[in-house]
């Protein structure tokens, strides 16, 4: 199940096309505010059949940031305590990023199997570049850290998230791919994304049907493409994830959304 939580934050390159490098790394937020919570519930298939896996919960509170305003957010997962007897997860992701959407800190800390380990990336800019400071502890208490330079604007999965939620998609033809660099703790790596189009999809949980655009990430393995995630984003201002299918060498596993607060704009995207 934490193939699903990385892959959460993959939704952050879907809208990432318009994004272009340059010297502050900045951008307009106009799909989000302080006070946003999202919560889904997560499922796993197993022969056959669907069970509850946990939950997870996305959040966006305001802060500071040497002394400026800026935003945090969280994503907390937990595994339900059925699938806590074979695979306990306790993850808790956090990002800041300046009120113009430009990264400055991101810090990974997850108990996965009664193991822990912490991924932490540091963004700063000097001379119109971008610099980072990744720092990994692995499961054994060992750090390694390391710098990566770039002129290109660099994200973790939570600060592109956050900034790719204002970009459209009017633009795009669906089979149309994305490749887009991530950080973490220890590496940067691209990634590729596939865009679908848009399709109406009803909420099993909630009846609700939203209009969504659909994404895919995939990957090469031997040079054939295989399908790693299908996900579904709200379309309208506030671009919210509402579902997501994880294909896993050991099954399927779906995220759906089951409450929202405190959105910043209509979400017109439900049509009934």
């Not at 994004?19 to 937020?29: D, K, S």
């Not at 796993?44 to 997870?56: C, M, R």
């Not at 994200?155 to 204002?166: E, G, K, P, Q, V």
Request: some cysteine; hydrophobic content about 35%; glycine content about 6%.
């Amino acid at each position: 199940m934490r193939r699903l939580i990385h892959y959460i934050y993959i939704i952050a390159f879907v809208l990432s096309v318009c994004i272009r490098a340059n010297a502050q790394c900045t951008a307009e937020n106009t799909a989000f505010s302080a006070g946003e919570e999202l919560n889904y519930d997560l499922f796993f298939n197993w022969k056959f059949v669907w069970v509850s896996a946990g939950t997870a919960t996305m959040s966006i509170s305001g802060t500071k940031w040497e002394g400026k305003p800026a935003y945090k957010s969280h994503l907390i997962t937990r595994t339900s305590s059925r699938l806590d007897r074979f695979f306990m997860m306790r993850d808790t992701m956090q990002s800041i990023v300046t009120e113009d959407m430009t990264p400055r800190y991101y810090k990974k800390g997850a108990n996965e199997g009664g193991k822990y380990y912490v991924d932490e990336v540091w963004y700063t800019y000097p001379g119109g570049k971008t610099h980072l400071r990744q720092r990994y502890k692995d499961r054994d208490g060992t750090v390694t850290e390391k710098t990566y330079d770039n002129t290109k604007c660099l994200y973790d999965m939570m600060s592109m998230l956050l900034r790719a939620r204002s970009f459209k998609v009017d633009n795009m033809k669906k089979g149309e791919k994305l490749r887009m660099p991530m950080a973490d703790g220890h590496k940067v790596e691209d990634i590729t994304l596939i865009y679908r189009g848009r399709e109406d999809f009803r909420m099993k949980s909630t009846g609700i049907t939203y209009k969504c655009v659909v994404f895919s990430f995939v990957e090469y393995p031997n040079g054939k493409e295989k399908e790693i995630i299908t996900f579904y984003i709200s379309d309208d201002e506030n671009h919210i994830p509402v579902r997501l299918d994880l294909f896993l060498r050991f099954g399927v596993a779906k995220a759906y959304l089951s409450k929202s607060k405190g959105l910043r704009h209509e979400c017109t995207s439900i049509v009934r």
